[in-house]
């Protein structure tokens, strides 16, 4: 049977011939490993193409779901890591082999007549594979490829006449993006490999024509290719493979048996997403494009055509004219010396760019920045949010926004670059010993601030926790860094810094040279030009510092460092050479030097005289209580014990006791405006607040040293020198308060909104005793008080006809007090009121349908429509049920006022009702305004503050007022819980808090 199907088959195609001719070809001399490289490619072409169709099924070009697409074949995808890291590694195998195969050719002469044409088809074959390599090393859609793709696109530049409009074509426009990646793309996908199989066919159709080029050995028999060379060929591609595979594993052979192989360990290389808004100073080609990259250091300028297109273009010319040159036996030679000295060059500067890498501290420095952020990437994608109920959610994954949008908004990453943006020029962040954090690295170039990196190896001192409070030493944030934090990030290597970014620079004379005194020594511009080091900011270990009389004022200064430029050292009197580091921790090297805060903390230097054998005198208390204001996370588990509470109430009277008068405001202790308000220093909030506006009342005003104000105007964000958002990741990193896996409960980055509307709080909100952390025990009415002081009175006041109560610094919503009130009613309803400071006059609604109802309808009252006005109120206010008005609403009731006025409310007046826009009860729609139902009581309230766009509210008409009920997306806490804003409700109502809630208010 089965040769009755051959036999059928043979008929009609002639399959067997075919196969005959392919596989007993003669080959002189017999079978030879030197032959195998042809083959090894085709196979290495062959799995590339199974591989790239398996990947081709999972990707997605596009410029906001390649980077999403790759890390699911990567991470998530069965198989994926292995599929993608064979592809990897079998592209670069086959550059190998392909060198080996051009090698073998010139050698055995086998480019030489008649086989001229199948040469120049294999260097057109050479090309296409390097094309491929190019291509594809964008497609990930990772910084790596991203800007190494972007540097070698940039040469397109250079090619005479039609540079620009090459790379124009290139990219599918003037810049990097969407079309770019989605032509690399289709040439790597579709063109190229369509190309490839093109031309392969006829390389091996115009080889099978000539036969092998044998090396001719006497004595040797002849041998077919079947099975002799068949055999040497697929053990060299057996070979092949299990390098790519070892490579794939990264050569863990022993995790793979174990079943234990860590994530670095599977297949290629996966890098942080493509952000065209970070520089990536690691950017590279791939190894075997790295001989080119080398050779254009060595042009510069109108030069680099000659390393990008002149030496390669020759070298191409000399390759095709091989056949030519090798007619002779002299130019046979020239080629074989040529091809081994162009691979040996190639080979060459491929080590001296790696060598020259290896010992270029910047390059290093990016290189591990850049695995950290792949890292952080991971770790962020895997990321758990705290849920509502106290468990932590599933992996959140990539939100639509994409991958870079978790780096982009994550304090980890960006803080430490903003930071050396904006800050750095004054600031410091660097342990008080002098040294640079592993996580910090900073260069000057031409005196502005850059980064060069912020790698955090180890946890920020505000990340780490406090020593047991048992302890016979004082507890220190330094000295009790968790094995947790820095386990997570051990495989990354510690970065030395090159140098630090605050620099004293020497006066200069008018011709360019430093300054040198008599004696010969350089001399240096004086004048304050730095602030307080930031690091730990908030911490006890900080606080402790800035009240020891020494430290506070402490200045030093670090030997200068020569420029990294030959020429520009080799010169002692050139600027450059003579920028010396400034290390001063707190007021040093500032304005402040001299002022109040350091001859208080100079002058009172017994009373501030730390025993170290105490762990509770006063300083202690003093300190545990400044920094508790911060509520660092580090500090909370500390905090919270019995012993420590006592410790941070007994500074918090200290305090006002000794900080209050005359200087700072703390709680309800003090005035503002004297010096920085000390309530809920060091918090998000109150940061949020100084880095905005330092010039506010609550902070420097006109004591301010030369910070800027970042962000004042807030309801001008065009006019910010820094984003709200970019300055809360700043505030977030430097309080260490960022994404953590090893957290129980981790913390998730504040939202712009969010931000907005603290940093609205911390500059125009009063704040009062019940804002201080650690302050005796508040009754229920100084917390409801605390919770309107700190949420409510950006916008509302709460006081009385006399002005006693929470006023707002900038009142643009009604005044509250005695809200629902027969009082409050009669003013809102009195045409000279209604669009006044206490109700609509601050808000949009100031000229509504509300303010126009009034005044057309409720002014000049006859005396029977002021008596139904009056009906009208006692029924509305009646709605409330308010403890304050019980007696009069059952009067009312029992004569039948609150009956009359119900009736009042669904009656046109002159040209419309209160229910044409309100409900009340059966009567009038929901969504024009709010429903009057049950208008002001308990439950009113609740909703209102809760959602005041809940359908029987504002819906679309709020204005400006925060959902204070209603969590964010991504599970994110609501700003008040249920409890805060019933008791804020029942304060608003006039209710004795004391007293539980009773059911009529309800």
Same mark, same amino acid.
């Given at each position: 049977?089965?040769?009755? *199907?051959?036999?059928?088959?043979?008929?009609?195609?002639?399959?067997?011939?075919?196969?005959?001719?392919?596989?007993?070809?003669?080959?002189?001399?017999?079978?030879?490993?030197?032959?195998?490289?042809?083959?090894?490619?085709?196979?290495?072409?062959?799995?590339?193409?199974?591989?790239?169709?398996?990947?081709? &099924?999972?990707?997605?070009?596009?410029?906001?779901?390649?980077?999403?697409?790759?890390?699911?074949?990567?991470?998530?995808?069965?198989?994926?890591?292995? /599929?993608?890291?064979?592809?990897?590694?079998?592209?670069?195998?086959?550059?190998?082999?392909?060198?080996?195969?051009?090698?073998?050719?010139?050698?055995?002469?086998?480019?030489?007549?008649?086989?001229?044409?199948?040469?120049?088809?294999?260097?057109?074959?050479?090309?296409?594979?390097?094309?491929?390599?190019?291509?594809?090393?964008?497609?990930?859609?990772?910084?790596?490829? $991203?800007?190494?793709?972007?540097?070698?696109?940039?040469?397109?530049?250079?090619?005479?006449?039609?540079?620009?409009?090459?790379?124009?074509?290139?990219?599918?426009?003037?810049?990097?993006?969407?079309?770019?990646?989605?032509?690399?793309?289709?040439?790597?996908?579709?063109?190229?490999?369509?190309?490839?199989?093109?031309?392969?066919?006829?390389?091996?159709?115009?080889?099978?024509?000539?036969?092998?080029?044998?090396?001719?050995?006497?004595?040797?028999?002849?041998?077919?290719?079947?099975?002799?060379?068949?055999?040497?060929?697929?053990?060299?591609?057996?070979?092949? *493979?299990?390098?790519?595979?070892?490579?794939?594993?990264?050569?863990?052979?022993?995790?793979?048996?174990?079943?234990?192989?860590?994530?670095?360990?599977?297949?290629?290389?996966?890098?942080?997403?493509?952000?065209?808004?970070?520089?990536?100073?690691?950017?590279?080609?791939?190894?075997?494009?790295?001989?080119?990259?080398?050779?254009?250091?060595?042009?510069?300028?109108?030069?680099?055509?000659?390393?990008?297109?002149?030496?390669?273009?020759?070298?191409?010319?000399?390759?095709?004219?091989?056949?030519?040159?090798?007619?002779?036996?002299?130019?046979?030679?020239?080629?074989?010396?040529?091809?081994?000295?162009?691979?040996?060059?190639?080979?060459?500067?491929?080590?001296?760019?790696?060598?020259?890498?290896?010992?270029?501290?910047?390059?290093?420095?990016?290189? %591990?920045?850049?695995?950290?952020?792949?890292?952080?990437?991971?770790?962020?994608?895997?990321?758990?949010?705290?849920?509502?109920?106290?468990?932590?959610?599933?992996?959140?994954?990539?939100?639509?926004?994409?991958?870079?949008?978790?780096?982009?908004?994550?304090?980890?990453?960006?803080?430490?670059?903003?930071?050396?943006?904006?800050?750095?020029?004054?600031?410091?962040?660097?342990?008080?010993?002098?040294?640079?954090?592993?996580?910090?690295?900073?260069?000057?170039?031409?005196?502005?601030?850059?980064?060069?990196?912020?790698?955090?190896?180890?946890?920020?001192?505000?990340?780490?926790?406090?020593?047991?409070? %048992?302890?016979?030493?004082?507890?220190?944030?330094?000295?009790?860094?968790?094995?947790?934090?820095?386990?997570?990030?051990?495989?990354?290597?510690? *970065?030395?810094?090159?140098?630090?970014?605050?620099?004293?620079?020497?006066?200069?004379?008018?011709?360019?040279?430093?300054?040198?005194?008599?004696?010969?020594?350089? /001399?240096?511009?004086?004048?304050?030009?730095?602030?307080?080091?930031?690091?730990?900011? !908030?911490?006890?270990?900080?606080?402790?510092?800035?009240?020891?009389?020494?430290?506070?004022?402490?200045?030093?200064?670090?030997?200068?460092?020569?420029?990294?430029?030959?020429?520009?050292?080799?010169?002692?009197?050139?600027?450059?050479?003579? %920028?010396? #580091?400034?290390?001063?921790?707190?007021?040093?090297?500032?304005?402040?030097?001299? =002022?109040?805060?350091?001859?208080?903390?100079?002058?009172?230097?017994? @009373?501030?005289?730390?025993? #170290?054998?105490?762990?509770?005198?006063?300083?202690?208390?003093?300190?545990?209580?400044?920094?508790?204001?911060? =509520?660092?996370?580090?500090?909370?588990?500390?905090?919270?014990?019995?012993?420590?509470?006592?410790?941070?109430?007994?500074?918090?009277?200290?305090?006002?006791?000794?900080?209050?008068?005359?200087?700072?405001?703390?709680?309800?202790?003090?005035?503002?405006?004297?010096?920085?308000? *000390?309530?809920?220093?060091?918090?998000? @909030?109150?940061?949020?607040?100084?880095?905005?506006?330092?010039?506010?009342?609550?902070?420097?005003?006109?004591?301010?040293?030369?910070?800027?104000?970042?962000?004042?105007?807030?309801?001008? #964000?065009?006019?910010?020198?820094?984003?709200?958002?970019?300055?809360?990741?700043?505030?977030?990193?430097?309080?260490?308060?960022?994404?953590?896996?090893?957290?129980?409960?981790?913390?998730?980055?504040?939202?712009?909104?969010?931000?907005?509307?603290?940093?609205?709080?911390?500059?125009?909100?009063? /704040?009062?005793?019940?804002?201080?952390?650690?302050?005796?025990?508040?009754?229920?009415?100084?917390?409801?008080?605390?919770?309107?002081?700190?949420?409510?009175?950006?916008?509302?006041?709460?006081?009385?006809?006399?002005?006693?109560?929470?006023?707002?610094?900038?009142?643009?919503?009604?005044?509250?007090?005695?809200?629902?009130?027969?009082?409050?009613?009669?003013?809102?309803?009195?045409?000279?009121?209604?669009?006044? #400071?206490?109700?609509?006059?601050?808000?949009?609604?100031?000229?509504?349908? &509300?303010?126009?109802?009034?005044?057309?309808?409720?002014?000049?009252?006859?005396?029977?429509?002021?008596?139904?006005? @009056?009906?009208?109120?006692?029924?509305?206010?009646?709605?409330?049920?308010?403890?304050?008005?019980?007696?009069?609403?059952?009067?009312?009731?029992?004569?039948?006022?609150?009956?009359? !006025?119900?009736?009042?409310?669904?009656?046109?007046?002159?040209?419309?009702?209160?229910?044409?826009?309100?409900?009340?009860?059966?009567?009038?729609?929901?969504?024009?305004?709010?429903?009057?139902?049950?208008?002001?009581?308990?439950?009113?309230?609740?909703?209102?503050?809760?959602?005041?766009?809940?359908?029987?509210? $504002?819906?679309?008409?709020?204005?400006?007022?925060?959902?204070?009920?209603?969590?964010?997306?991504?599970?994110?806490?609501?700003?008040?819980?249920?409890?805060?804003?019933?008791?804020?409700?029942?304060?608003?109502?006039?209710?004795?808090?004391? @007293?539980?809630?009773?059911?009529?208010?309800?």
């Amino acid at each position: 049977m089965i040769g009755f *199907l051959t036999e059928w088959v043979e008929q009609r195609t002639g399959v067997k011939k075919l196969l005959h001719e392919a596989l007993y070809e003669n080959i002189p001399s017999g079978a030879r490993w030197r032959y195998i490289t042809g083959s090894m490619l085709v196979f290495a072409f062959s799995v590339q193409a199974i591989t790239g169709i398996f990947l081709w &099924m999972a990707y997605s070009p596009s410029s906001q779901t390649a980077y999403e697409s790759v890390y699911y074949i990567q991470h998530e995808m069965t198989g994926g890591w292995l /599929v993608r890291g064979i592809h990897h590694f079998m592209a670069q195998a086959m550059v190998v082999v392909l060198a080996l195969h051009l090698l073998q050719v010139i050698v055995d002469g086998a480019y030489r007549a008649p086989r001229e044409v199948n040469y120049w088809l294999g260097l057109v074959l050479m090309q296409l594979v390097m094309g491929l390599g190019l291509t594809g090393y964008l497609l990930p859609w990772d910084q790596k490829g $991203y800007w190494a793709t972007n540097v070698a696109t940039n040469l397109m530049t250079l090619v005479p006449f039609a540079g620009k409009e090459i790379q124009q074509i290139a990219l599918g426009g003037s810049e990097y993006g969407h079309h770019t990646l989605t032509r690399f793309f289709a040439m790597h996908t579709g063109v190229l490999p369509a190309a490839l199989i093109g031309f392969l066919g006829l390389h091996i159709a115009v080889f099978r024509k000539h036969g092998i080029t044998a090396k001719i050995t006497p004595g040797r028999p002849d041998q077919y290719f079947w099975p002799h060379q068949v055999l040497m060929d697929a053990i060299g591609c057996l070979a092949l *493979l299990g390098i790519v595979l070892l490579c794939v594993i990264h050569f863990d052979v022993q995790g793979l048996i174990a079943g234990d192989l860590p994530r670095e360990h599977r297949g290629a290389e996966l890098g942080a997403p493509a952000d065209p808004g970070e520089q990536f100073a690691a950017a590279r080609p791939e190894w075997y494009y790295l001989f080119l990259f080398q050779l254009l250091k060595y042009f510069h300028g109108t030069q680099e055509i000659i390393g990008a297109i002149y030496i390669p273009g020759a070298v191409m010319t000399i390759l095709a004219l091989a056949p030519i040159i090798g007619r002779s036996s002299l130019g046979h030679r020239f080629n074989i010396v040529f091809i081994l000295l162009l691979l040996v060059g190639a080979g060459g500067l491929t080590i001296v760019a790696l060598r020259e890498d290896a010992a270029n501290p910047d390059f290093q420095i990016a290189k %591990k920045l850049a695995h950290r952020d792949a890292e952080r990437t991971y770790e962020l994608i895997n990321r758990r949010e705290v849920l509502p109920d106290g468990k932590l959610s599933e992996a959140r994954l990539i939100p639509k926004e994409g991958a870079v949008y978790l780096l982009r908004n994550d304090p980890l990453t960006r803080g430490p670059r903003l930071f050396a943006q904006h800050c750095a020029s004054c600031h410091d962040y660097r342990k008080p010993d002098g040294t640079v954090p592993a996580a910090t690295a900073f260069t000057p170039p031409n005196d502005a601030a850059t980064l060069v990196s912020l790698l955090a190896d180890e946890p920020a001192p505000t990340q780490e926790k406090p020593a047991d409070e %048992k302890s016979s030493s004082k507890p220190s944030a330094s000295e009790a860094a968790p094995d947790d934090h820095a386990h997570a990030h051990n495989d990354h290597a510690e *970065l030395e810094p090159t140098s630090f970014n605050l620099l004293q620079s020497p006066q200069v004379t008018p011709d360019g040279k430093v300054v040198r005194d008599a004696e010969g020594k350089v /001399v240096y511009a004086q004048g304050a030009f730095g602030g307080p080091n930031l690091y730990g900011f !908030g911490s006890r270990d900080w606080v402790r510092g800035i009240l020891d009389p020494q430290k506070i004022t402490a200045i030093s200064y670090g030997e200068p460092k020569p420029a990294k430029d030959p020429k520009v050292a080799a010169d002692s009197d050139n600027p450059e050479n003579h %920028k010396r #580091p400034v290390y001063a921790d707190y007021f040093g090297n500032t304005n402040h030097v001299e =002022g109040r805060m350091v001859k208080w903390v100079q002058s009172h230097a017994k @009373e501030l005289a730390d025993d #170290p054998a105490k762990t509770d005198d006063d300083l202690d208390a003093i300190v545990a209580a400044l920094s508790a204001q911060a =509520g660092l996370r580090a500090q909370q588990e500390l905090e919270t014990s019995d012993a420590q509470q006592q410790l941070i109430g007994r500074g918090v009277t200290l305090i006002e006791k000794h900080c209050t008068n005359e200087c700072h405001r703390f709680g309800d202790s003090g005035q503002l405006g004297l010096a920085p308000d *000390l309530t809920g220093w060091g918090s998000y @909030e109150w940061m949020m607040g100084l880095i905005s506006d330092p010039t506010d009342e609550r902070f420097y005003r006109r004591e301010n040293d030369r910070m800027p104000s970042f962000a004042k105007d807030l309801e001008h #964000p065009a006019t910010h020198n820094v984003s709200l958002r970019e300055l809360s990741l700043i505030v977030d990193w430097i309080r260490g308060d960022y994404y953590q896996a090893s957290d129980e409960k981790p913390v998730l980055p504040h939202s712009e909104d969010r931000a907005r509307e603290l940093t609205l709080l911390a500059r125009a909100t009063p /704040v009062s005793s019940a804002s201080v952390i650690g302050a005796q025990p508040r009754t229920l009415t100084q917390k409801a008080e605390q919770i309107f002081a700190t949420n409510c009175a950006s916008c509302h006041s709460h006081t009385d006809a006399t002005g006693v109560g929470i006023a707002a610094k900038k009142p643009s919503a009604p005044n509250l007090y005695g809200i629902a009130s027969r009082r409050w009613l009669a003013g809102i309803l009195d045409p000279k009121q209604v669009d006044g #400071p206490k109700y609509f006059g601050n808000t949009m609604h100031f000229e509504d349908d &509300m303010v126009g109802f009034v005044k057309d309808n409720l002014s000049n009252l006859d005396d029977a429509k002021k008596k139904d006005l @009056e009906a009208l109120i006692a029924a509305l206010s009646a709605e409330a049920k308010l403890p304050a008005q019980a007696e009069a609403d059952a009067a009312a009731a029992s004569d039948g006022t609150i009956e009359k !006025g119900k009736t009042v409310l669904t009656t046109s007046w002159a040209s419309s009702s209160c229910v044409d826009c309100h409900k009340f009860g059966d009567d009038g729609d929901l969504g024009s305004a709010p429903d009057l139902t049950g208008y002001g009581s308990l439950e009113w309230l609740e909703q209102m503050i809760a959602n005041p766009e809940h359908e029987r509210l $504002y819906v679309d008409n709020n204005d400006r007022m925060p959902k204070f009920g209603v969590g964010g997306p991504g599970a994110k806490q609501s700003i008040l819980a249920d409890e805060e804003i019933t008791l804020l409700a029942r304060w608003l109502r006039g209710e004795k808090l004391d @007293e539980p809630a009773t059911a009529a208010s309800k």
